[in-house]
């Protein structure tokens, strides 16, 4: 009010009433300019952020941001300072919803539980040495579904193997499994493990009779815990956050789009806890280290 109404001499009068210093105030008035570049600074960086934002469709996060701006800037702007944007802001990673629980048919008595080896151990630094791996379903354009089974390496966080199906028979893990031994050509860790939650897929006396054949050590999540087998479903949801999949016209199409992710992801998605390197990336430095 000072200021628009040019009160000048009233200063003193009107900042006892309003129970303000007058060195606070002329301090304020002093750092207004301050203020103002600041306003316009953030702005500028917020129209920065947004393009990125927009450009994956609202599917990041302030890491993600942070990462894809290291790629385009000499020096990134702070991680720190991009969450206060984004609070400041308002636009925030769009969260995946909880999707219901996959419907398979239930085992025989030939099944067979095996126990959890792996025990959430996910702090894993040897590639090669333990691998996840999960079904999930894929519904696109017209209520078609497809099935993606999927086996990732812990330590590099790479899907190694996948396989695309609109069939739950057991041929999906077949393949997924022979794929996996394609990647490994031989190179089988003396340690290496395969775990799995309780599906009827690995419970089955065939898979678990190839895994065994693979000279992999067969782990299982205790029933009903998938925080037992975390990394595999954080995995489904970022795909799922990611890849516009329902827009698939066909099988087809589906596929193309899960082939260009799974490239994607192996070779260019930078994450937070691989030290900002893609999945690929980091295996070579756990190797060389």
């Given at each position: 009010m000072i200021r628009k109404y040019q009160l000048k001499n009233m200063t003193r009068y009107l900042c006892e009433i309003t129970g303000v210093s007058r060195s606070g105030y002329y301090a304020w008035i002093k750092n207004t300019e301050k203020r103002a570049i600041r306003e316009d600074q953030d702005y500028e960086d917020y129209l920065l952020l947004r393009c990125i934002y927009d450009a994956f469709k609202g599917k990041v996060g302030y890491r993600q941001l942070y990462m894809k701006l290291t790629e385009l800037m000499v020096v990134p702007m702070n991680h720190k300072k991009i969450r206060r944007l984004m609070c400041k802001y308002n636009f925030f990673a769009k969260i995946r919803r909880a999707k219901p629980y996959k419907?398979?048919?239930k085992a025989t008595q030939e099944h067979r539980?095996?126990?959890?080896?792996?025990a959430r151990a996910f702090q894993e630094?040897?590639?090669?040495?333990?691998f996840l791996t999960d079904i999930t379903y894929l519904q696109y354009r017209?209520?078609?579904?497809?099935?993606?089974?999927?086996?990732?390496?812990?330590a590099t966080r790479e899907i190694?193997?996948?396989?695309?199906?609109?069939?739950?028979?057991?041929?999906?893990?077949?393949?997924?499994?022979?794929?996996?031994?394609?990647?490994l050509d031989g190179n089988i860790h003396p340690e290496a493990m395969?775990?799995?939650?309780?599906?009827?897929?690995?419970?089955?006396?065939?898979?678990?009779?190839?895994?065994?054949?693979?000279?992999?050590?067969?782990?299982?999540?205790?029933?009903?815990?998938?925080?037992?087998?975390?990394?595999m479903e954080s995995f489904f949801g970022h795909f799922k956050d990611e890849v516009d999949y329902k827009s698939a016209n066909n099988l087809f199409e589906l596929k193309q789009m899960v082939d260009t992710y799974m490239e994607y992801y192996n070779l260019s998605r930078k994450q937070w806890n691989l030290k900002k390197m893609a999945p690929t990336e980091y295996r070579n430095h756990l190797i060389a280290a």
């Open positions: 419907k398979i048919a539980i095996v126990p959890n080896y792996l630094e040897e590639p090669g040495k333990v017209g209520g078609q579904t497809a099935y993606l089974s999927c086996i990732k390496d812990v190694v193997a996948y396989e695309i199906s609109t069939s739950l028979k057991m041929r999906i893990v077949y393949r997924t499994l022979e794929k996996l031994a394609e990647a395969i775990h799995s939650d309780q599906g009827v897929h690995y419970t089955h006396p065939t898979f678990q009779k190839r895994v065994k054949e693979m000279g992999l050590l067969q782990s299982m999540s205790r029933r009903g815990n998938c925080i037992d087998n975390a990394p």
